[in-house]
């Protein structure tokens, strides 16, 4: 069997071009990972719940989404992507929903545990929350 390729190119907020990619079996984790990198250095700001619903990115409508509808109370992942269909008129793979939250419980902005049978989210406290752009955190020695 031949090895794939995946290239992606993109430009970062002072619009220099970057080019990564894989020669060989492309996986969902490495895909994932490239899609980290790529936020990490295209230097997303962090943004509020509005900003967010107004993106082209379905991960920022996501997040928007439950910033604006779901916060103060737990949700499942079905019930976040009910809110994303209602509120963009669109489809959006139960996966993609999870794989997001997922992302957005690492990143600290969601609180997650085990229900039952199935992961319950909620939206972190303000005081607690961080930013929604993944970055490297500073600390005093």
């Known amino acids: 069997m031949r ?4 290239k ?5 907020a002072e619009g220099a071009r970057h080019s990564i990619a894989i020669d ?6 490495k895909v994932s990972k490239i899609l980290d990198i790529v936020e990490l250095i295209s230097g997303t700001p962090p943004a509020s719940a509005t900003a967010l619903g107004l993106s ?7 997040a928007g989404t439950i910033m604006s509808q779901l916060r103060g109370r737990s949700f499942t992942s079905r019930e976040a992507r009910k809110a994303f269909e209602t509120t963009f008129k669109e489809k959006i793979p139960l996966s993609t ?3 997001y939250l997922t992302r957005l419980a690492d990143r600290g902005v969601l609180e997650r545990e085990q229900e039952k049978l199935s992961l319950v ?4 406290l303000e005081e607690q929350k961080p930013s ?4 490297p955190s500073l600390q005093a020695s």
């Open 24 to 29: 060989g079996p492309v996986t969902r984790e």
């Open 3 to 6: 090895p794939r390729r995946l």
């Open 132 to 135: 929604l752009a993944p970055g």
């Open 97 to 99: 929903v999870s794989t």
């Open 8 to 12: 992606m190119e993109f430009y970062d």
């Open 56 to 62: 082209p990115r379905k991960f920022d409508r996501l």
């Open 121 to 124: 989210y909620r939206v972190r």
